[in-house]
Each structure stands twice: as structure tokens, then as C-alpha cells.
């Protein structure tokens, strides 16, 4: 990472923890339109491009905790109400420096705590490591989302620096409304698992990475929300 931007993580990172320490409120808000939120892809190199046309509705899956379809995602910048920070990101990404948007995506995939990406991917079956059914794994109540978003509210990470391989992984900007979530799945237990096997047997711990499936295997267990 450039010490640029390192350095510009790093003492986020640090004011974070001293207002935590301080008991400073770090207020969740997000004071953004979908459309301040999408990217200038006139500005932004085609291959970070999610489609040719920007305004194309793409369908990605992301896996995550229950309970979002009225509310949305924020990403952790806005969860922290760091909405400079989104700006900030924007900018980066705007600009075409390659090398600091590479650096980056290896920061967000690296999860340093005040992101303003989220990640989702064109395969269900990726989504799935995200939304673990196991009950050993699954402590918590997770699912997974059918997303359906313009293509300028994201890019590709063409760099894999999360290893999703051919199902790519789409990093969205600021937040994801709720009117982005056109689905959810309502059965994640082993036996609806995106990641059992085709005999039924086993569920495999990740996707192959060569796979370009974007299907789910039962469309019958989503509840579709638009």
C-alpha cells in the first residue's frame, strides 16, 4: 500500500479508536442518493466496468446477516459516518491511478475497519462461503441477497485480490439500498447450501474458482422483493 493511503487508513484507524476510548458516538448515517453514490464511468478505466453501459442492471449475490431488505447495507465508512471517506474513495477510483486503486482493493479485501466498498459477486455459490449454513460455522443468522444495481454503482476488482476467480468479486460504492435488493434467500441450511455438491453428498468449503455460474440452484427458496 502507498504510504499515501496507508497512512491515511492507519490514522482513521487510530481517531476511530481514540473516540471509541473517549466515548465518542460514532454515528451510522448515510446522507447519500444512489446517484451520488455512482461512479463517473465516463472518468473510470473500462476495465474496472461492470458493463459496457453504465446503466445497465446487473444481478449480484452477496451473503450477510438476515434482515436488511428494509433497511440496506451500509458500508462500515457510513456505518462510522465517515461520508468524507466515501468521497475520498470515489475519487480514488475516478482518478486511474492503478496503482492506489489496486492498493485499495487489497485494503477493503484485507478488511481494514472503516471500508467504503461492499463486496458482492456475480456467483451465488461465492456468496455462500459469506453466509456459512454450518451450525458450528453459523453463529450468527446469515443469508444471502439477490442484488439487482446499476453498473455504475460498482467495479471489478480486476485485480482478485480476494481470490473469487471467474465469479469476480463487484466492490459497491457507499451503501446498498433497499430498493437494490430484489431477493432473499429464505431457506440457508445445508440442504439448500449453493455450495452442495451436484450428488447431494457434501458441501464444499469454496466454489471452484473457474466457475462463471451465476444460477442459484433453487429458485424456489428466494423471496423475491420486487
Excluded at 461512479?39 to 446477516?65: C, M, Q, R, W
Excluded at 481470490?163 to 446498498?176: D, F, R, Y
Amino acid at each position: 500500500m502507498s504510504k499515501g493511503l496507508a497512512e491515511r487508513v492507519r490514522e482513521t484507524s487510530w481517531k476511530l479508536m481514540l473516540q471509541k476510548l473517549d466515548g465518542e458516538p460514532q454515528l451510522s448515517r448515510n446522507p447519500f442518493s444512489q446517484l451520488d453514490l455512482s461512479f463517473d464511468y465516463s472518468k473510470v478505466d473500462p476495465k474496472y466496468h461492470a458493463s459496457t453501459n453504465p446503466d445497465d442492471e446487473i444481478v449480484l449475490y452477496k451473503g450477510a446477516l438476515r434482515g436488511y431488505e428494509c433497511e440496506g447495507l451500509l458500508s462500515m465508512a457510513l456505518n462510522r459516518g465517515l461520508t468524507n471517506h466515501v468521497a475520498e474513495v470515489k475519487d480514488i477510483i475516478e482518478n486511474g491511478d492503478d496503482e492506489l486503486i489496486r492498493e485499495l482493493f487489497d485494503a477493503h479485501t484485507s478488511y481494514y475497519h472503516h471500508t467504503a466498498l461492499l463486496s458482492a459477486t456475480f456467483n451465488p455459490e461465492l456468496a455462500q462461503v459469506f453466509a456459512p449454513t454450518r451450525s458450528y460455522h453459523n453463529k450468527e443468522d446469515k443469508t444471502i441477497y439477490q442484488l439487482r444495481i446499476k453498473a455504475n454503482r460498482c467495479v471489478v476488482d480486476v485485480y482478485d485480490t480476494g481470490n473469487c476467480g471467474s465469479g469476480k468479486e463487484l466492490l459497491i460504492l457507499g451503501a446498498i439500498f433497499p430498493e437494490e435488493i430484489s431477493a432473499v434467500k429464505i431457506l440457508n441450511d445445508d440442504e439448500h447450501s449453493e455450495l452442495l455438491s451436484p450428488c447431494g453428498h457434501y458441501i464444499r468449503w469454496h466454489p471452484d474458482k473457474t466457475s462463471e455460474n451465476r444460477a442459484v440452484k433453487d429458485v424456489s427458496n428466494w423471496k423475491p422483493l420486487r
